[in-house]
């Protein structure tokens, strides 16, 4: 009798179930509270010139930007190296700064934080998980309306 390969005697891979998609954020009418998130590198020194930027953008399109933070990277020895990278892979920031942006939303009371710097999927899924309000960035903001 014929016996089964060793592979055939596996059972069928579960293919995982997409994740709950969560609504994009708009904007409201009304504007919404945000807070601005910006994360650059040592060599780039007009990050206040595009924070601003930023911020009037936003205002622009309605939101009222309450608190910005800056996180920078490459000023030590060490960072210059790793320049180019993110901090983390999961929250694009430190997890210093990550409580503190979480320790602005709830002193603020924001509605949501904006990234100057694009976002992965997963890095907004963790950074909203997080940060209790949706985390999103700019061009999002700007490609909604």
Request: positive net charge; aromatic residues 4%; proline residues 6%.
């Given at each position: 009798?014929h016996?089964l390969?060793?592979?055939?005697?596996?059972?069928a891979?579960?293919?995982?179930?997409?994740?709950?998609?969560?609504?994009?954020?708009?904007?409201?009418?009304?504007?919404?509270?945000?807070?601005?998130?910006?994360?650059?590198?040592?060599k780039?020194?007009?990050?206040d010139?595009?924070?601003?930027?930023?911020?009037?953008?936003?205002?622009?399109?309605?939101?009222?930007?309450l608190?910005?933070i800056v996180?920078?990277?490459?000023?030590?020895?060490?960072?210059?190296?790793?320049?180019?990278?993110?901090y983390?892979s999961?929250?694009?920031?430190?997890?210093?700064k990550?409580?503190?942006?979480?320790?602005?939303?709830d002193r603020t009371d924001?509605d949501?934080?904006?990234?100057?710097?694009?976002?992965?999927?997963r890095?907004?899924?963790t950074?909203t998980?997080?940060?209790?309000?949706?985390?999103?960035?700019?061009?999002d903001?700007?490609?909604?309306?």
């Open positions: 009798m016996q390969r060793r592979r055939d005697r596996r059972p891979r579960r293919v995982p179930s997409e994740p709950p998609r969560r609504p994009a954020f708009r904007l409201t009418a009304g504007g919404a509270d945000v807070v601005l998130v910006g994360y650059f590198s040592a780039q020194k007009d990050f010139t595009l924070m601003a930027a930023a911020a009037t953008e936003l205002g622009a399109h309605g939101a009222r930007v608190a910005q996180q920078r990277r490459g000023v030590s020895d060490g960072g210059v190296r790793k320049m180019g990278l993110p983390s999961r929250t694009l920031l430190t997890y210093g990550v409580r503190e942006v979480a320790q602005v939303c924001a949501a934080v904006v990234f100057v710097a694009p976002l992965t999927k890095q907004q899924r950074l998980d997080i940060l209790g309000r949706p985390a999103v960035s700019l061009t903001v700007l490609a909604a309306d």
